[in-house]
């Protein structure tokens, strides 16, 4: 990671150079945690009410959870609904993911996001667009499936063990709920990146240079015999730095929202009746 910084630095135009394709990372990050979130949630809340992957595993089936809350589900649950609602957002974000990850790349020499856009479509077609998807979903399922184990996983650990948070989640403080999310979140990335960072060299390699790297068997073997195992893991610090972040972050106000719903949710029911 350090040469890389120091290249860019030394290169001209740094400050350009390090926020280098920002837009489509907004795109796809807002657009895509949007598309996961909402899948996700719909996903717990149709497997908690017909009590699927629930048997035996110590999941929820009370009831006890409003339309909004997040039911507490077994672990084979959490880890299945995780990977099946990051893996229908990523297909989806595929063809933002392709153009970011060429348009900020120093193989090709595109000068603006609509350019890079306009390239992969003349010269590979629609195709282009969802180069090395299949290597995304093979990273992103077990990703997002591990990362949702982990995190509840940590949650409830983190709970036991903190002096005055053995109470439900809507009575505890603002503070001490956020700040448990907040940890189960780095904990949860870090482990879950750490796992599946050789999934996320070989689709880099696949979307950088389709020419030459034509499926994810191929992509391994050369990677393995031209640069040996530690290709598998470049660019890890980097990735456990980022995602730790911005998954602890994006989780905590996910969580934060959902009670504060279920909360306004209960308030008008309670009116109502």
Sequence with gaps: MSPTIREISNGPHPVRQFWRGTAPSVIRTGIGSALYFSGLNALRQSVARSNLLLAGSGGSTDGSYGPLSLPKLSNLANLTTGAIARASAGFIMTPITVIKVRYESSFYAYRTVLGAGRDILAKQGLRGFFAGFGATAVRDAPYAGLYVLFYEQSKRRLSSASPGTQQPARSMSISASAGIN????????????????????????????????????????????????????????????????????????????????????????????
């Design 182 to 273: 907040f940890m189960s979140g780095v904990v949860a990335a870090g482990l879950a990146t750490a796992i599946t960072n050789p999934f996320d060299a070989i689709k880099t390699r696949l979307q950088l240079m389709p020419a030459r790297y034509e499926n994810m068997v191929q992509a391994a073997t050369i990677m393995l015999r031209e640069d040996g195992v530690r290709s598998l893991f470049d660019g890890l610090a980097l990735r456990i730095g980022r995602k730790a972040l911005s998954s602890a972050l994006a989780w905590t106000v996910y969580e934060e929202l959902i009670r504060r719903a279920e909360e306004s949710w209960s308030d008008s029911a309670e009116t109502v009746l």
